[in-house]
């Protein structure tokens, strides 16, 4: 079966579109309990207050905001590395471009919901809106955020639009009716004329190219919420390309996992090639050499120059987060370099298996970003307790993270069943649009 041949791709994807095997439905099952078990976590989170997590007056800010920051550093990923391949018009793009276009959008939709679980009076988060303040960086973080989600579902949305119509046209799709007729609405009054795909290459052109510079604007934002307080730790110059990179960083590695899992469940391995896994591990390299640099600079600064309170934060850092400290910072950067770097090491499975790691690592960077300074005071706290100075995750958001995580595995099981992974539109000659 040729891989550049659209209608062979739609027959190929048909029967995953049409039905759901029972491993399927064990998997979805296991999704939904997930998310359902989130959901009961957040009850007791709503009923009981915030007693039940390890928040406190001093670390106000925990497991959370960690959360927040990973899920929309992996969709600012997503948007720059789907726009940008979009934009090149690179051939081996085609068959791994919309698992980063869902990526984006999906994590998108679950970053938000992590920073309104730090908010004690959910049922005054509408005053955000109402009365927010400009000058606030929180207002900034909305905006921008609600602007990236408009930006992403309008971008996805013209990837997909070539896809809605093959579906509902192709006449030996066997779904249910709301399906064909849920197609039939998308597709809206797609021909597939040459006028048509004119105006559709330049919309997409135009909205990858505003999806990157969203991408970078809004992470930078979210970066601005630390650096442009006075705390020690956060208040730094170098925060909103050191965010950046760090969240391409993380995205890549994610899209890495993606590609793996889809490549052994859809058995698309001669779509989804080594010579895949090698272009986005070197990006992954690439990256990395640059979160290493802005990890080196940002510490060695803090270190050298021996003020107090960064000295305190450095020094608890190498005290209570050691083990972490090096897992992150060194093993983060050190392990895709050498993988990818080394020729014989530079295998599917070595590249993956690189790619975890740097998902686990660059989680924990976010968390010694975020606890480490808020357990570092300005005023020392002297006879408290310990669980007021000092902060632990709770069941409570351990489980919100797995139902997170659970959402994130649910929605791409649910895109994938929708439209196929591998888009048929983008296998299309590009010699069609003039």
Known sequence: MKADNPTALLKRFAPDLEKTSKLGVAWIIFCVLLVLLGIFALITQITRGHIVTGMRDNVVWGIYIVNFIFFMGISYAGALISGTLH????????????????????????????IMLCVGRLDKLHYLVIFGRIQSPITWDVIAISTDIIGCFLFLYLALLRDFARLRDYPDLKVAKWRKKLYRWLAIYWKDTPEQRRRLERSTDIMAGMVIAIA????????????????????????????????????????????????????????ITRKHFVNIGVVMLVLGAFFGYFTFSEYLTKWYGSEKNDEQLISILFDRYYWLFLFSNYAGVLVPLIVVGLPKLRTIRWITLAAVVVIVALWINRYLIVVPTLETPYLPVQDARDAWVHYRGTWVEWVLTIGGIGSLCLFFTIGSKMVPIIPLSVVEDDKKID
Do not use: N
Request: a positive charge; hydrophobic letters at 55%.
């Open 87 to 114: 934009l090149f018009r690179s051939d081996w793009r085609k068959p791994i471009i919309r698992m980063a276009e869902f990526l984006t959008i999906f994590s998108l939709l679950i970053g938000p919901l992590y």
């Open 216 to 271: 970078i604007i809004v992470y930078s934002v979210l970066a601005w919420i630390f650096s442009v307080t006075l705390q020690p730790g956060w208040h730094s110059t170098i925060f909103g390309p050191y965010f950046v990179i760090a969240a391409v960083y993380s995205g890549t590695a994610v899209l890495i996992v993606i590609m793996w899992i889809y490549r052994k469940i859809y058995k698309l391995e001669d779509l």
